[in-house]
């Protein structure tokens, strides 16, 4: 008969961080150099796989996902004027308004 001890501590490993947000990528990617060392991670590990040359179809729609990523926060930050716009311009009539009322209720 073949006892196993069961009176192994349970080893507690550290919490895993969290994963970054699609905010904290898209700023990475945003920054990252064409000379960045990601971009020539499988050379300095051997893989077959050569590196994309430049004017490469890689490197172009790399290209592509840049000038998107600048025209998409582009079109956020004009968004987000307009957005402040329109209130201004709510805000606004509301005082017109009020100010008609006023002076209809003066002329009475």
């Known amino acids: 008969m073949n006892i196993v001890s069961k009176s192994k501590k349970r080893v507690v490993l550290?919490?895993?961080p969290n994963p970054p947000t699609?905010?904290?990528i898209l700023e990475d990617i945003s920054q990252a150099k064409p000379n960045d060392p990601v971009f020539s991670v499988l050379e300095k590990t051997g893989q077959?796989?050569?590196?994309?040359s430049p004017g490469s179809d890689a490197d172009q729609r790399f290209q592509q996902c840049r000038e998107f990523l600048e025209l998409n926060e582009r079109l956020q930050a004009a968004r987000e004027r307009l957005l402040q716009?329109?209130?201004e311009l709510r805000a606004s009539g509301e005082r017109l308004q009020e100010d008609v009322t006023e002076?209809?209720?003066q002329a009475l």
């Open 103 to 105: 002076v209809k209720g």
């Open 14 to 16: 550290p919490s895993r």
């Open 85 to 87: 716009q329109r209130d």
């Open 48 to 52: 077959d796989s050569p590196r994309p």
């Open 22 to 24: 699609v905010d904290q």
